[in-house]
């Protein structure tokens, strides 16, 4: 492909499957909440950034550094986010905080911030990493059901914004697991949505997916009720 690949979040799980697979043919630029957790991975053809964004400010920091070593991107993939699991009237104050901060607000700031650089390429694409909980209604993942049902309607109207200039992909995917669960949880692997990601990004213009759903065969997907038949 040879494309000039932004992926955040990409120290660990999802986002470095996708550094990985997408390491051989791209640049890349891989950022993280600090420089120190690539410290272990190596991976080539890739420029390394560390910033926490649940502090804003930094992503300023973060465009500038990158401005320094690009003037565009072909690929910008937002990837980071947290999730945290409490009955709402638990939640502490400052995870509502950091939820909303790094899942949305960080991902529309650092979005805004790298248009002017994606507009530079041929062929520009921003792909959110949204979640099958902005769909559903899991007890406990209320805020972040909230932060990725927003990104969700977010990214809808973005393309709509920049049809015809930049492509807005949106995944959405029940359980990964990035914990490297050992005992056979049938549930999808980070693999699976790097592979979802280079098909998305290889798809020839005016091919858009604008949005996909990934489950596992073997997920319950809260799909049995007490009242189900036995199927
Ligand atoms: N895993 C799932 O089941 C699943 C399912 C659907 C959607 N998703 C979404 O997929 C994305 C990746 O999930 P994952 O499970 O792969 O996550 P993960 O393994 O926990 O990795 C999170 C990544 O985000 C970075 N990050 C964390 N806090 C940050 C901060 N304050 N500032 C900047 N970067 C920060 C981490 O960097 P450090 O290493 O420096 O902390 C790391 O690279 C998330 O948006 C998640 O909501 C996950």
Redesign the pocket.
């Given at each position: 492909m040879n494309k000039k690949i932004c992926i955040?979040?990409?120290?660990?799980?999802?986002?470095l499957a996708e550094a990985k697979l997408l390491s051989k043919e791209n640049e890349l630029v891989l950022?993280?909440?600090?420089k120190d957790?690539f410290k272990d991975i190596t991976i080539e053809n890739a420029h390394l950034f560390?910033?926490?964004?649940?502090q804003l400010e930094n992503i300023d920091v973060f465009v500038k550094e990158l401005q320094e070593k690009t003037e565009s991107l072909d690929i910008l993939v937002n990837?980071?986010?947290?999730?945290f699991i409490e009955k709402f009237s638990d939640f502490p104050d400052k995870d509502i905080h950091t939820l909303l901060t790094?899942?949305l607000h960080a991902q529309l700031l650092v979005t805004k911030k790298l248009i002017p650089l994606l507009l530079k390429s041929k062929d520009p694409h921003i792909i959110f990493?949204?979640?099958?909980s902005a769909k559903n209604r899991i007890i406990g993942e209320s805020v972040y059901a909230a932060t990725?049902a927003g990104i969700m309607q977010f990214a809808h109207v973005l393309r709509n914004e920049l049809a015809g200039k930049i492509r807005v992909s949106t995944i959405h995917?029940?359980?990964?697991n990035?914990w490297n669960d050992t005992e056979g949880a049938e549930i999808l692997t980070?693999e699976n949505i790097a592979e979802t990601l280079e098909f998305i990004i290889s798809r020839k213009r005016p091919f858009l997916v604008e949005s996909i759903d990934l489950g596992h065969e073997a997920h319950w997907n809260g799909a049995v009720a007490p009242w189900s038949p036995e199927v």
């Open positions: 955040t979040g990409a120290s660990k799980g999802i986002g950022h993280a909440s600090k957790s560390g910033h926490d964004f649940t990837n980071a986010g947290l999730m790094l899942n990493m949204s979640s099958m990725k995917s029940w359980g990964v990035t980070p």
